[in-house]
């Protein structure tokens, strides 16, 4: 069974990098042909996918969010990692991990394992 649990920090002032992990265990994240995604969902809106990182090790990133966001991953902790710059009080949402095949779904049925999510607030 695998399962992803997120942590971050909680909250984060305006202007600075927002840091969450995705701690995967009972399959690694290196193996067989995956997309490890991150999706958040804002206060009252929509899910939102925002980038991945495929099994391969290659990331990929919402168009919208690109040039303010960067996955990586640390195999030997079998984590990655999700850090997206410059934030604003738009950037306040939940963060859930999710496992998947299907490339850049916001759609929770898309995802064969998914996070519990964790609660990321900007604010001065």
């Known amino acids: 069974q695998v399962q992803l649990q997120e942590s971050g920090p909680g909250l984060v002032k305006p202007s600075q990098t927002l840091s969450v992990t995705c701690t995967v265990s009972g399959g690694s994240i290196t193996t067989n042909y995956y997309y490890w995604s991150w999706i958040r969902q804002p206060p009252g809106k929509g899910l939102e996918w925002v980038g991945a990182?495929?099994?391969?090790?290659?990331?990929f990133y919402s168009p919208s969010l690109k040039s303010r966001t960067s996955i990586s991953r640390d195999t030997s902790k079998n984590q990655f990692t999700l850090q997206l710059s410059s934030v604003t009080p738009e950037d306040t949402a939940v963060y859930y991990c999710?496992?998947?095949?299907?490339?850049?779904?916001?759609?929770?049925?898309?995802?064969?394992?998914w996070g519990q999510g964790t609660q990321v607030t900007v604010s001065s």
């Open positions: 990182i495929h099994s391969s090790g290659d990331a």
């Open positions: 999710g496992r998947g095949r299907l490339f850049g779904s916001s759609r929770k049925d898309d995802y064969d394992y």
